[in-house]
């Protein structure tokens, strides 16, 4: 799976966007981008993904850059509840490998 | 909204003995996954299950890990002589296919090995 690059942490004011970037400029063509997030220990939340268009749906938008290099995953209006540690996931479709590798993700910080 | 279950939420078990954690998959799911995360580190995956059969494992799934899904509803993890470098947090996962297909985390077991 290609390798991503996250911030290690974010601050975001409450009631404003979230913009979460990620690095993954060694994509290949058939690899899907996931996001997936944990709070405080929990099971990881699945969020979103994409291939090449933008996506996006009742948790959040996905932004994916026309070479496919890097994406940005936005939380349109961040609540305390949202404060999480975020991760970007590259992998391929289909069968011959199912698990999901989980970097060190993006620390969000909510704040009132 | 369906659910992946995981049962105990805690378990504190001695170094050298055996423990069994517990998942109920999402019903219409057909893969099933097992990770951990040691405190503070990255979530690692272990084992995924398909079809009563081990379709992909790691490293870290040594001879004293095993699954099994012993009923049509239960899947589960077991550790069979426990160390103190067990301790971790284990999530279940499950997804209708495998591959690319979405898959759902169970809330953890928190095993603490003493």
């Known amino acids: 799976d290609a390798k991503t690059t996250q911030p290690p942490s974010m601050d975001c004011a409450e009631g404003r966007a979230a913009n979460l970037p990620c690095n993954h400029s060694t994509i290949s063509g058939n690899e899907y981008v996931y996001w997936y997030r944990q709070i405080h220990s929990q099971g990881p939340q699945y969020i979103i993904h994409g291939l090449k268009n933008n996506e996006t749906n009742e948790m959040a938008s996905l932004i994916i850059t026309e070479d496919r290099k890097s994406s940005t995953l936005i939380l349109p209006h961040a609540t305390l509840r949202d404060t999480a540690v975020y991760y970007c996931?590259?992998?391929?479709?289909?069968?011959?490998?199912?698990?999901?590798?989980f970097g060190k993700g993006t620390k969000l910080s909510v704040i009132p | 909204e369906p659910e992946v279950t995981q049962t105990p939420s805690h378990q504190v078990t001695q170094m050298g003995q055996e423990v069994i954690l517990r998942c109920v998959p999402i019903s219409n799911h057909l893969y099933f996954y097992w990770y951990r995360q040691i405190l503070g580190q990255k979530v690692e995956f272990l084992v995924s299950?398909?079809?009563?059969?081990?379709?992909?494992k790691s490293e870290i799934f040594d001879d004293q890990f095993s699954v099994e899904r012993p009923d049509g509803s239960n899947f589960t993890l077991k550790i069979r002589s426990t160390k103190l470098e067990d301790s971790a947090m284990y999530f279940c996962?499950?997804?209708?296919?495998?591959?690319?297909?979405?898959?759902?985390f169970g809330p953890g077991t928190r095993l603490t090995v003493t």
């Open positions: 996962a499950s997804s209708e296919e495998g591959g690319l297909v979405t898959q759902y």
């Open positions: 996931i590259v992998r391929p479709p289909g069968a011959g490998s199912y698990q999901l590798t």
């Open positions: 299950f398909y079809n009563n059969e081990i379709s992909e």
